[in-house]
């Protein structure tokens, strides 16, 4: 009989072991909650702020929170307030938060299909053609060299524009250019402008490897990878079917409805040439995905793109990636389940296949409990600030999609307000991750079932 890690040692004269971290999601949590404690007492370090001093501790702590967690929100303005010290810092932090969250993701994977029987296993693994259930090793390297190979072909293509066009020395067009590649595959948003990149609006070399850079991080380890195996979408998996054609419908959609919506706002795309009016409202497309930066005035926006980018921001990008939201495999698996249920169809299915009860209950469940985080947290604000109902979702929104644009009040909240959107984009990182996880892996067999109940539904 095998016995579980817990009395592995018992055997051996040592005693039972108890771990501190007896769930893999423990782990994930402890690790990010760890490196944005290292992150705040770095930045809390005098020479990590321009002018002498150290930082505010809710300063350090919101902004080491938003790298970690890949979100690009800030109270403070990230070129004038850090030092190159302190956006060194920043840096990291978004390597180890957007490296670590794809690694961490994808050994979760590997550690729920080890606790499932071996039907189960194999069955995963044929599907999934990303995550195995063998060598992690090599798992780990493929998240590293996707994450390289893009990184450096970005910040090559950055560092030249910057460099050519725009007269920067040699060693600071490579630096810009590292830290918008590795802040735009990470979908991390933060950028070394005040202003973001609203001064390169209508520079397709500047704006469009970031937002090839940000599609990519946000598709997800395990779609990257099977799409460098296999080009044919007729062999790829479910979820990477689901994944790109969403990723593609999303991004179609957001492109023509903000630059249709802000086509004659002149605080945004009215201003530009038509050229430069789709350029801009396709990159705010792809922002939303979830990168924060922004090539305009997002605080000058219509409130109806407000609510359309709300939407964007909330479903958010692929699955074991660098991107939040609830993830665009959890709106597909939605879609269907109501579709089926509009057809009458007693299964849900999608792209040939169909799909698990329980996948639909996690769904649901992940959808459920971010649309509450989202209004709760809406609300505390609200009552604490006296911001219109707009900003706040829109910030909060932002926050917990990990997105990072903002329509500017994130520095003029209180403290209380700023420390809450730091716990949301927390809870946004982790959360979908964590919650799925754990409930993978508290599957129980009932030892009876009680009669059926019909409620009025509607």
């Not at 809390?44 to 002018?51: I, T």
Request: glycine share 12%.
């Amino acid at each position: 009989m095998r016995r579980t890690a817990r009395y592995a040692d018992e055997g051996a004269g040592r005693g039972p072991r108890r771990y501190l971290f007896r769930h893999p999601s423990q782990v994930v949590v402890a690790a990010f909650a760890t490196a944005i404690l290292i992150g705040t007492l770095l930045l809390l370090l005098p020479w990590a702020r321009s002018g002498g001093g150290s930082a505010p501790v809710v300063d350090a702590l919101f902004t080491a929170t938003s790298a970690v967690c890949v979100t690009g929100l800030v109270t403070v303005d990230t070129p004038t307030y850090w030092t190159p010290f302190g956006q060194g810092v920043i840096l990291l932090l978004i390597q180890v938060g957007g490296f670590g969250i794809m690694t961490m993701a994808s050994l979760l994977g590997l550690v729920v299909a080890r606790r499932m029987g071996l039907r189960t296993r194999l069955t995963a693994a044929a599907e999934t053609k990303s995550l195995g259930i063998g060598d992690v090793r090599s798992v780990l390297v493929g998240v590293a060299k996707v994450s390289i190979l893009f990184e450096v072909i970005t910040a090559v293509l950055l560092a030249g524009r910057f460099w050519v066009a725009y007269d920067e020395s040699p060693g600071r067009a490579a630096y810009l250019g590292v830290f918008h590649a590795v802040s735009a595959f990470n979908n991390a948003g933060f950028a070394l402008y005040s202003d973001s990149l609203m001064g390169f609006v209508t520079d397709p070399w500047i704006c469009v490897p970031i937002a090839v850079a940000v599609i990519f991080g946000g598709l997800g380890f395990p779609v990257v990878l099977e799409l460098r195996r296999q080009l044919a979408p007729r062999a790829w998996s479910l979820h990477t079917k689901m994944t790109v054609t969403m990723t593609g419908v999303l991004l179609v959609l957001g492109t023509l409805f903000t630059t249709a919506s802000e086509w004659s706002n002149p605080a945004t795309l009215g201003s530009l040439d038509a050229p430069g009016r789709v350029l801009a409202g396709f990159f705010h497309a792809v922002m939303t995905r979830t990168a924060g930066f922004n090539s305009v005035d997002v605080g000058s926006m219509n409130e109806g793109t407000w609510l359309g980018s709300i939407v964007l921001m909330f479903i958010g990008g692929g699955s074991a990636g660098t991107a939040g939201g609830i993830k665009v495999t959890t709106f597909v698996v939605l879609f269907f389940v109501i579709y089926a249920e509009v057809r009458g169809e007693k299964v849900v299915n999608a792209f040939d296949r169909q799909i698990d009860a329980r996948v639909q209950r996690q769904a649901l469940t992940v959808a459920l409990l971010a649309v509450g985080a989202v209004v709760s947290a809406t609300l505390v604000i609200m009552e604490m600030t006296d911001f219109v109902l707009g900003e706040v979702l829109f910030e909060v929104t932002s926050a917990f999609g990990t997105v990072g644009l903002s329509t500017g009040i994130t520095a003029d909240l209180p403290a209380a307000g700023q420390l809450l959107l730091a716990g949301l984009m927390f809870l946004g990182r982790l959360g979908p991750i964590t919650l799925v996880s754990a409930l993978a892996l508290r599957e129980r067999q009932a030892l009876h079932r009680l009669p059926e109940g019909r409620p009025i539904i509607g």
